[in-house]
T-cell receptor, first 115, second 108 residues
Framework: DGGITQSPKYLFRKEGQNVTLSCEQN?????MYWYRQDPGQGLRLIYYSQIVNDFQKGDIAEGYSVSREKKESFPLTVTSAQKNPTAFYLC??????????????FGPGTRLTVT | DAKTTQPNSMESNEEEPVHLPCNHS???????IHWYRQLPSQGPEYVIH???SNVNNRMASLAIAEDRKSSTLILHRATLRDAAVYYCILYNFNKFYFGSGTKLNVKP
């Protein structure tokens, strides 16, 4: 089955610790995205990558870092510099911008709680 | 950045049509209009998208105003499984702009 997997589904960390969220896709998509969602709110873009070894900051990149060493993987690290990291994190992928006008496929999400 | 405006919530009866409005008055000529929906604690699901012309697919229809400053997602016969938050989004080849969405409640 093709799709996007995110692990783990729930993650708990102590304040001050860095944590890495996994995102893997086997859809052969070029573009991948990370979003953050707070309760009752829409999605906000953290980082996106249109191609391997390249990524761009989204609207709320401060306190986060990413890498794109492989086409199928786009891990997100939430650093201790992120002031309010508790949120629901969603990863998505899409074909290149010229394909299907950017329809995105989302993973199931990781709910991160930092105490 | 282009933004969208949607009502916070709407209610519908099961098996009746639902019209979900979206305003995007600052849309640019290269922005595509996308609709996604999200069930609680799940990732959003693609519904439909369009540029200028009205669009139909198996899930819904998208009606786009002639000036493109607004659009309407039409669910022809709402079911209980259609209860979700519906997002109207603008896409311009680099990233999506998500608003807060409309929470649709479907009554049996």
């Amino acid at each position: 089955d093709g799709g996007i997997t995110q692990s783990p589904k729930y993650l708990f960390r102590k304040e001050g610790q860095n944590v890495t969220l996994s995102c893997e896709q086997n859809l052969n998509h070029d573009a991948m995205y990370w979003y953050r969602q707070d309760p009752g709110q829409g999605l906000r873009l953290i980082y996106y990558s249109q191609i391997v070894n390249d990524f761009q900051k989204g609207d709320i990149a401060e306190g986060y870092s990413v890498s794109r060493e492989k086409k199928e993987s786009f891990p997100l690290t939430v650093t201790s510099a992120q002031k309010n990291p508790t949120a629901f994190y969603l990863c998505a992928s899409s074909t290149s911008p010229s394909g299907r006008m950017g329809e995105q496929y989302f993973g199931p999400g990781t709910r991160l709680t930092v105490t | 950045d282009a933004k969208t405006t949607q009502p916070n919530s709407m209610e519908s009866n099961e098996e009746e049509p639902v019209h979900l409005p979206c305003n995007h008055s600052t849309i640019s000529g290269t922005d595509y209009i996308h609709w996604y929906r999200q069930l609680p604690s799940q990732g959003p699901e693609y519904v439909i998208h369009g540029l200028t012309s009205n669009v139909n697919n198996r899930m819904a229809s998208l009606a786009i105003a002639e000036d493109r400053k607004s659009s309407t997602l039409i669910l022809h016969r709402a079911t209980l499984r259609d209860a979700a938050v519906y997002y109207c989004i603008l896409y311009n080849f680099n990233k999506f702009y998500f608003g807060s969405g409309t929470k649709l409640n479907v009554k049996p």
